[in-house]
T-cell receptor, first 114, second 120 residues
Framework: DVKVTQSSRYLVKRTGEKVFLECVQD?????MFWYRQDPGLGLRLIYF???????EKGDIPEGYSVSREKKERFSLILESASTNQTSMYLC?????????????FGDGTRLSIL | AQTVTQSQPEMSVQEAETVTLSCTYD???????LFWYKQPPSRQMILVIR??????QNATENRFSVNFQKAAKSFSLKISDSQLGDAAMYFC?????????????????FGKGTKLSVKP
């Protein structure tokens, strides 16, 4: 089974801090994704990557950046955390970008910015 | 741009009964894929079922089946013999098909979700 591991289940940070959310997958997947999940808004794509060192903006990239130095690891960075970035963050991966390829999700990180 | 709409924020079903979750989508594409994902309280999102738009036959996975109405752009999920473990958030998602799905074109577009409760 594919395993997508997010480094923290819960995280509390302060406004203005630089925050790193880490995600690792163990199935040599090409594609990795970061979503934000908010009640009543569903999942919104922040950034995705289809290869090492490659990244593309999703629907809501403002205030975020990403890093993919190794194939198995995809990091989401909040450059200067703000309270409106309090949310659930989900990482996902897929084998490749084919339309029938399912995305496999991590357990999520619930981030609170105080 | 494609959109996915789940009109039922919350649903409830009695254990062992059948429930149907609604999903509609808007697209001008003819080739695409549709998915239902389940997110239990433990939070890991898992794929429940998928449907290729070019297939007329509705997909089924054990107690889960879909009613795919391409002309109406409707993709509902039916859960038969509901179990307590079916309680979760359910998300409908769309992805375009065809050969050109590089970049953002191959990404999933999610609905806002339906919270399903199962009563014992």
């Amino acid at each position: 089974d594919v395993k997508v591991t997010q480094s923290s289940r819960y995280l509390v940070k302060r406004t203005g801090e630089k925050v790193f959310l880490e995600c690792v997958q163990d199935m040599d997947h090409e594609n990795m994704f970061w979503y934000r999940q908010d009640p009543g808004l569903g999942l919104r794509l922040i950034y995705f990557s289809y290869d090492v060192k490659m990244k593309e903006k999703g629907d809501i990239p403002e205030g975020y950046s990403v890093s993919r130095e190794k194939k198995e690891r995809f990091s989401l960075i909040l450059e200067s955390a703000s309270t409106n970035q309090t949310s659930m963050y989900l990482c996902a991966s897929s084998l490749y970008q084919g339309p029938n390829q399912p995305q496999h999700f991590g357990d999520g990180t619930r981030l609170s910015i105080l | 741009a494609q959109t996915v709409t789940q009109s039922q924020p919350e649903m409830s079903v009695q254990e062992a009964e059948t429930v149907t979750l609604s999903c509609t989508y808007d697209t001008s594409e003819s080739d695409y894929y549709l998915f239902w994902y389940k997110q239990p309280p433990s939070r890991q999102m898992i794929l429940v079922i998928r449907q290729e738009a070019y297939k007329q036959q509705n997909a089924t996975e054990n107690r889960f089946s879909v009613n795919f109405q391409k002309a109406a752009k409707s993709f509902s999920l039916k859960i038969s013999d509901s179990q307590l473990g079916d309680a979760a958030m359910y998300f409908c998602a769309y992805r375009r098909g065809g050969g050109n799905y590089g970049g953002s074109q191959g990404n999933l577009i999610f609905g806002k979700g339906t919270k399903l409760s199962v009563k014992p």
